[in-house]
C-alpha cells in the first residue's frame, strides 16, 4: 500500500496493466496454477520490475487482482445495486448480471473461486477477499432491509438470511456456468432466488411490481 | 482405471488409505497448493509406491479424490436422495445436508471447488469432476421430474431449470459457508431453494406437505 501511494502517475499506470494481465492468468489457471515466473512473461516485466510494484509478492499481486475484479463485478451491476429496494429494480440487477456474465460463462465469479483457493493457503489474503465479498453481499441486504422497513417483504422475513441466500444463488449459480461452460446456470439460479424473495413478501403481494 | 484392477486386497487398501489422506490435503490447501510431494510426506509414500497405485500421476490422484469426495457427499444426502418426490422428502434432505457440513463449515464443496481448480490447469479432470456434479444434480431434476408428473409442480414449471437453481443453492451456499466459517449460508440457501421449489406448486398448494 505504502509502495502503491508513492508510485508516479506512469508508475501506477504500469501497475495496472500488470494486474489486469496477471488478472487474466489467475481466471484461467488458478493462483495454485499461475507462478509470479508466469505474471512475468505474461506482462513482460523484469524480477526487479515486479518486485518494486508488489513487494509483498504474490500475495499482494493476489489482493490487487481481487480488488480489480470486485471493481469490474460491482460496476456490471450499476446502476441497480445501490437502488435494490423496489421488485423492478431486483428484476434489472438480475439481467444486469445475467447480461455481464453471457459474454463470459467460463470465467465463473473472480472473487469467489479466490477464496476457496485461498483459504487453505493464504488465511490473510483470504480474509480480505472474504471482505469483498461481504461488501457485494451487504449491497443485497441494505436493499431488503429497506424493503422490509417498507413493508414489501413480511414482518417475520429475515432481510439478512434471505440476502445470505440470494448472495450464494449468485455465487452457485457462477461455478455452475463455469463448470457447465453456459449462463443457464446463473440465469436459473436467479430467477429462483428472486422466487424465493417473493415468497417473502406479505400474502396476496407476492407477484406485484413496487 | 487398469492399475486399479490389477492390485491386490491389501494394494487396493493402500492405494485407499493414500487417496484419503490426500483428500484431506487438497482439500486444505487446494490441488494447486499439494504436489506430489506433499502427498508423499503427508502419506508416508515413495516415490515409487505412489507411481505404482497411480501411474497416471497428479491427475489420476485428483480423479480418484474427486470420487471419493462424491461417494461421500452422496452418502450423507441418503436415503432422501433417492426419493426427492415429496416436499417432506425435500426437508429432509435439506436438514441432512445442513447437518452434513455442520460439522466441516470450512470445507466448501470438495467437488465443486475442484472444478473451478481444474477448468484452467486439466481441462481433462474437470470435464469428469463435472461429470460428477452433473451425477448429483440429476438426482435433484429426476425427483423434481416426478413431482411435476404427479401435479405436484404447475405445469409450466421446467424440472430441469429448477434442479439447477436448486444445485446452485446447494453450491454457493457451501462457497459461503467456507468463505464464512459458518453452516448458515448453506441453510439459508437451502431455505430459499426449497422456498422457490414451492413457489412453483399449483396456487393453492404452495404451503402443503404431499
Known sequence: MTATARLTAKGTATRARIVAAAADLVLARGVGGTSLDDVRAGTLTSKSQLFHYFPGGKSELVLAIAELQMQRVLQAQQPYLETLDTWAAWDGWRDALVAHYASQPHQGCPIGTLVSELVGTDPTAAAEVVGHLNRWR???????????EAGLLRPD?????????????????????????SVEPLSAALEAALAALHAAAPDGQAGTAA
Do not use: C, E, I, N
Request: proline share 3%; glycine share 8%.
Open 138 to 148: 451487504a449491497y443485497l441486504r441494505d436493499g431488503l432491509t429497506r424493503m422490509h
Open 157 to 181: 422475513a429475515d432481510p439478512d438470511r434471505l440476502a445470505l441466500a440470494t448472495f450464494a444463488s449468485v455465487q452457485g449459480g457462477l461455478l455452475l456456468s463455469q463448470a457447465l461452460q
